[in-house]
């Protein structure tokens, strides 16, 4: 139960982090960084929802978005098809962690 409590946690750090980075550039954000952070927040609330609901899509949408850009790196796109084969919601939080922390450092290295 505790290792839940703190990977749920992880997950919130990592998500107010992004949200953070993403308020924080210019008041226009751009395209491509839109492109992937509408997808990733909506796996994001399945996934605090305990759902898988969309995920697939989203993640598939996301991995398409950052693969059509060379902001992104390749293991941004390799991340997203991780997280689209999830098959529970457990393995699906598993792999959202390391697409979050690599978005992270994408959107702290274009600010």
Same mark, same amino acid.
């Given at each position: 139960?505790?290792?839940?409590? &703190? %990977?749920?946690? *992880?997950?919130?750090?990592?998500f107010a982090t992004v949200t953070a980075l993403v308020r924080a550039t210019d008041s226009g954000?751009?395209?491509?960084?839109?492109?992937?952070?509408t997808p990733y927040l909506q796996?994001?609330?399945? &996934? %605090?929802?305990? *759902?898988l609901d969309g995920v697939t899509a989203a993640a598939t949408a996301l991995g398409k978005a950052a693969q059509s850009d060379k902001?992104?790196?390749?293991?941004?796109?390799?991340e997203a098809q991780t997280l689209a084969q999830a098959k529970d919601i457990s393995s699906a939080r598993a792999?959202?962690?390391?697409?979050?922390?690599?978005?992270?450092n994408?959107?702290?290295d274009s600010h």
């Open positions: 139960m505790l290792n839940k409590i &703190l %990977a749920f946690a *992880s997950l919130i750090i990592l954000v751009s395209v491509p960084i839109q492109s992937v952070m796996i994001h609330d399945a &996934l %605090a929802k305990d *759902s902001m992104f790196p390749g293991e941004l796109g390799q792999a959202f962690k390391p697409l979050s922390e690599t978005l992270i994408v959107l702290g």
